[in-house]
């Protein structure tokens, strides 16, 4: 019995050994046996034993390569009936001609009474143009398939493996029949994008036009179209609502118009072409991210920028993307930085001539701040900024140590642009600890600054620091507002910025000299400003460790949200909150490590403190509050930026709301509540001779405008009716209008 044991044993392992040697002798079986080795030591995620041991079985079909040196099936796992070849020379895999068939009855029996023909959506949603909301890999569809969706009347396990398979092989094929469709769209005369530098020259721009982040370079967010005024705003009507796709986090992005297109970001990472007359989409294109991204703060997007032909935009995991705007194709992909260190990026680049500027993000992370300068072409890095002094640099000195070398002081917004001066005004967020600034003593330049950057070489020309040694997250990330003042004969070129500690600044944007400050919000912080513009810090208002209460709170007294200025009111108008934090610092500081966050402390807000929220219009000649206009729901959302036009109005929004007040007084002219939180600046633009007013609202994304001529007169003389039958006439005595006369009542 013993004897016969061992000779079993012996010839098991005679047989495993001419497997394995099998198995790493011929690729197909190697893959598979390397697959099957990560998935008995855990390394392959998501895939039950059945499933695994249908993928890995001989002649299975699965290309395993890629996943075998992943572990991860969601990014490589591919369906099984295709070329293989296709995939192994980094090719499209293609379905074989029998499988799409046999895919196309399997869909047309199962799935088409709910998601409609060729998937384009029914009392389901659509499977093809949009966003999948569970995963777009493969294997993420085949996973929804079989398990179903909880909640909703999708049912998993309704269809064998294979034929599942053949069904995601039938849904490519739809979608790329749909991308080669919006190719032939977009590839006429009506689609073809070509943004020039003149047109991006224009201040503000030319009617009808939304070129960049801010509507212009000098950041003014105004629009000169006078179409849509006080008198006819209240008639505003919903023009088309395109459905963005689901998303958890709020959607910031400000959409851009050239022509018929429109171009928005989604987040975390898709960015979407739109047809601006009717709404539909004309691509898409989403950004695969990595798995372990190190954001302290929201995967939002803030949008996208168009110079030439392409598309530019950033990734949550610090990449440039350069795509085709007829199609979505990617052009290049540049990595500003190592996401793992911590940097990451959430607003577009702002284009100046042949080259695209950004900024980077992930101060909370030990890293080192900076903005760089690409060739819109290629995506060769022209020049770079680093926003903290290193040796030899002017600044160094303000820096405790050697504590500069991953200082923070990124540079998360979005910047302006003065082509006369050839220079482009940056502003930059917290040094790093944050919280204890006794881990960093000085200054700490460039932290919490306003840069004047040669727009050619990158040398820095001035800066402006509202904080220095900021120990209360306060980033000044805001873009700027240029405004050019006539005083007799001569122009002041000014540049206003609304900052998130408390005060509103107007300095000469030619040499960076402070002029005037006015505190818009509540302020305990600093007792004053010096003549140059330092803050006098008021005693006791940095962090303790049981909590200091100081005012503005670490969101400041406003943020990031876009501010607008008209040149016909010459007022700037701001979003303003009045609410005080409590400020912890860490005693001792915590350990510093690359690509951990590293924080020297905390905040939270007061207690049962009601805030409130606010649109202050200011004076930047006599640094002013002219007027507020008080919104009615504080959120800790963020808040919508403003848009001033030429029609002597500011939109603006609060919470789900899109408003319109006078831009010169303040009062409310019109609203409309689109049913989600609004976290993005209105827009507006030309669709033909009309006017039109855009925001993105939650996921879906909103136009307003005025109706047509014809429109306008029938509502006009249904109106006139309706005040004629409500009055009350002289009529005989006794009738229903002789109200000393009523009607006698019935008899019982």
């Not at 050697?402 to 642009?417: C, I, M, P, Q, T």
């Not at 040499?511 to 818009?520: I, S």
């Not at 969101?555 to 040149?567: D, H, K, R």
């Amino acid at each position: 019995m013993r004897r016969r044991l061992l000779i079993s044993l012996l010839l098991l392992a005679i047989v495993a050994c001419a497997l394995a040697l099998a198995a790493f002798r011929l690729p197909d079986y190697r893959w598979r046996a390397m697959v099957l080795g990560r998935k008995l030591v855990g390394q392959v995620g998501d895939v039950g034993w059945l499933d695994m041991l249908y993928i890995v079985r001989p002649h299975s079909g699965f290309e395993l390569k890629k996943l075998a040196m992943s572990g991860d099936p969601y990014s490589y796992l591919y369906r099984p009936y295709g070329s293989a070849e296709a995939l192994m020379d980094g090719k499209e895999l293609q379905s074989r001609p029998e499988d799409l068939l046999k895919g196309k009855e399997l869909f047309a029996r199962n799935c088409a009474r709910c998601h409609g023909d060729n998937a384009v959506g029914g009392i389901g949603p659509k499977l093809v143009g949009r966003r999948l909301k569970h995963g777009e890999g493969d294997w993420a569809i085949y996973r929804t398939v079989m398990d179903g969706v909880d909640g909703t009347a999708m049912q998993g396990g309704l269809l064998p493996r294979q034929d599942v398979w053949r069904v995601i092989g039938y849904l490519r094929e739809l979608k790329k029949q749909s991308a080669r469709g919006a190719d032939a769209v977009t590839g006429g005369a009506a689609r073809t994008i070509n943004v020039t530098s003149a047109d991006l020259l224009e201040s503000p721009p030319a009617l009808g036009k939304w070129l960049t982040y801010s509507g212009s370079y000098k950041a003014l967010r105004f629009s000169r179209d006078t179409q849509i005024d006080g008198k006819n705003v209240s008639r505003l009507k919903v023009q088309w609502i395109h459905q963005l796709g689901p998303v958890d986090i709020p959607n910031e992005s400000t959409p851009l118009v050239v022509g018929n297109s429109m171009f928005i970001g989604v987040p975390p990472s898709t960015f979407v072409a739109i047809d601006v007359q009717t709404g539909n989409e004309l691509w898409q294109y989403t950004y695969p991210l990595p798995k372990r991204l190190r954001m302290i703060w929201l995967t939002t997007t803030r949008g996208v920028s168009v110079v030439g032909h392409y598309v530019y935009a950033t990734t949550p995991d610090a990449h440039v993307l350069a795509l085709d705007a007829a199609s979505g194709k990617v052009i290049w992909d540049k990595a500003m930085a190592n996401y793992a260190d911590g940097y990451s990026m959430t607003s577009p680049v702002l284009p100046v001539g042949d080259m695209v500027i950004a900024g980077v993000a992930g101060a909370d992370y030990p890293t080192r701040g900076f903005i760089s300068a690409y060739n819109a072409a290629t995506g060769e890095v022209r020049w770079r900024f680093n926003t903290t002094a290193g040796p030899g640099e002017t600044g160094n000195e303000t820096w405790a140590g050697d504590s500069w070398k991953l200082g923070g002081a990124d540079a998360w917004g979005v910047g302006a642009y003065d082509p006369d001066l050839g220079l482009i005004y940056w502003g930059t967020g917290n040094p790093n600890p944050d919280l204890n600034a006794s881990l960093r003593a000085g200054d700490n330049l460039y932290s919490n600054c306003e840069l004047a950057l040669d727009a050619k070489t990158g040398k820095l020309v001035w800066y402006f620091q509202f904080t220095p040694g900021d120990d209360h997250d306060w980033d000044a990330t805001q873009t700027p507002a240029l405004i050019d003042l006539r005083d007799g004969n001569t122009t002041q070129k000014l540049l206003a910025v609304a900052n998130r500690n408390g005060f509103f600044y107007v300095l000469d944007r030619q040499n960076g000299h402070f002029l005037r400050a006015v505190a818009f919000v509540k302020q305990t912080w600093a007792s004053g400003l010096t003549p140059t513009g330092r803050p006098i810090r008021a005693e006791n208002s940095g962090p303790t460790r049981t909590g200091n209460l100081v005012y503005p709170s670490a969101n400041g007294g406003t943020t990031w949200w876009p501010a607008a200025y008209s040149p016909d009111t010459q007022l700037y108008y701001t979003n303003a909150r009045e609410r005080g934090g409590l400020f912890f610092k860490t005693d001792p500081a915590p350990k510093r490590e690359i690509g951990q966050q590293y924080l020297a402390g905390a905040w939270s807000f007061a207690e049962d403190e009601q805030f409130k929220d606010y649109v202050r219009a200011i004076d930047p000649v006599t640094a002013t509050v002219r007027w507020e206009h008080k919104n009615v729901t504080p959120t800790g959302a963020p808040r919508g930026g403003l848009l001033a036009t030429a029609g002597g109005l500011l939109f603006g929004s609060d919470a789900s709301v899109l408003f319109a007040l006078d831009a010169g007084t303040g009062a409310l002219l019109w609203s409309f509540n689109t049913g989600a939180q609004i976290a993005a600046p209105p827009i507006t633009y030309r669709d033909g001779d009309r006017q039109v007013v855009a925001v993105v609202a939650g996921s879906i994304l909103l136009t307003f405008a005025l109706p047509d001529a014809a429109e306008m007169a029938h509502e006009d003389a249904v109106q006139r009716l309706r005040n004629t039958s409500t009055s009350v006439v002289p009529g005989p005595i006794g009738t229903r209008n002789d109200p000393t006369n009523p009607r006698p009542r019935p008899a019982k």
